[in-house]
């Protein structure tokens, strides 16, 4: 059974850090992109960053390139989020999620395998 179990997040103020981690069991990392995607109040899921696999090419949606930063483990089987310079605008639930599809579709939440059950993240003064 395929488990993504996502961890870190949390309430910060404007410009402020926070590391998202997410820990995958039941499957082979060096298979799968891995990605993160967000869904905030009101809005659709979206893409936030990827790694293709097994690992050294990294996708970023516009409004994070250069505060963001995607990496894996995949012996540890896990996956980071480094999120800097935290804007309100990033308040989310951010998903962890693993997916076999083409790199083409990478961004595509409907081309995504499998989901974690999301951690909240919260950008506010």
């Known amino acids: 059974q395929v488990q993504l179990a996502e961890s870190g997040g949390g309430s910060v103020l404007p410009g402020g850090s926070l590391r998202l981690s997410c820990q995958a069991s039941?499957?082979?990392?060096?298979?799968?992109?891995m990605a993160w995607f967000r869904q905030g109040p009101g809005k659709e899921r979206e893409f936030v960053a990827a790694s293709s696999r097994p690992g050294g090419h990294f996708y970023y949606t516009e409004s994070v390139k250069g505060r963001f930063t995607i990496s894996r483990d995949n012996g540890k089987k896990m996956v980071y989020l480094q999120m800097n310079d935290l804007k309100p605008e990033d308040t989310a639930v951010y998903f962890c999620?693993?997916?076999?599809?083409?790199?083409?579709?990478?961004?595509?939440?409907?081309?995504?395998?499998?989901w974690g059950q999301g951690t909240q993240v919260t950008v506010s003064s």
């Open positions: 999620a693993s997916s076999t599809a083409a790199l083409s579709a990478i961004r595509q939440a409907e081309m995504v395998r499998y």
């Open positions: 039941g499957l082979t990392m060096i298979n799968y992109h």
